[in-house]
Structure formats: structure tokens, C-alpha cells
């Protein structure tokens, strides 16, 4: 059994389930959010729909990760490493995920209530896109050093 490979399953694993988690918590407050809007007669804004979304884009990153570590892993890197990075850089990416979920159901919360602010909980919400970012980013960087 190729060990590395352990690494290839945690990568997307990892960062799907963050995602998943993150939508999850955010789709619940999205809802509960347009409720209260019908409740008090006001539009429903559909930036929520974004906002729900937002976490989704970290099971990109880690399906590009998996496939970074398979490319590593056929140019002869180490089987341990890799499976450490898949692990690590999977749980980071879906722990951001995750976050990114709680923010953005604070920004449907507070957008559905005020109408305002829009801009900058987009803001906030990218900064913590950029976590899975560096991590992907980093990872790539750890591959090929441990590359044969």
C-alpha cells in the first residue's frame, strides 16, 4: 500500500467537509435571515446566496492539492510527506472553510437586518479565503521540495 496516497483522500476529504460544514452554517442563517425579512415586509437580499456559497470554493483547493500531491507522489516524492501534507493542508483548508461559513452567516444576519455593509463582509470573507489560499500555495512549495 502506497501511503501517499492516504494524503490524495485527506486533501479533498478534509476540505470538503469543511465546505460542507461551512455552506451548512451559513445556508441555516441565510434562511432564518430571509425569514425575518418576509416577516417585516423588506426584500430578501440574494447576496445571501453568495455569501452561502462562499465556502464551497475551499473543495477546489483541495482537489488541486490532491492533484498536486498525485504529481509529486508519480515524480518519486516521499510517501510520508505527502500523506502529512494532504492531512495537515486538508484539515487547514477546511478549517477555513468552516470559519468562513460562521463569518458569512453573521454577514446574512447583519445584511438581511440593516441592508448595509455588504462590501465589507465581502472583505472579511475573502481574508479568510486567503488562508486556504497560502495553505494550498505553501503546500505546492512543500512538494516540491520533497520531490525526488
Known sequence: MNIGFIGLVLAICLSAMGSASGIGVAAVSAVGSWKKCYGNGKPAPFMLVAFTGAPLTQTIYGFLLMNFISSAL????DKLMCM??????????GLSAFFQGKCSAAACDSLAETGKGTANYLIVIGVIETVALFTLVFSLLLLNSVAA
Not at 508519480?74 to 516524492?77: E, L
Not at 502529512?84 to 483548508?93: D, K, M, P, W
Open 74 to 77: 508519480s515524480g518519486g516524492a
Open 84 to 93: 502529512f501534507i494532504g492531512a495537515f493542508g486538508g484539515l487547514a483548508i
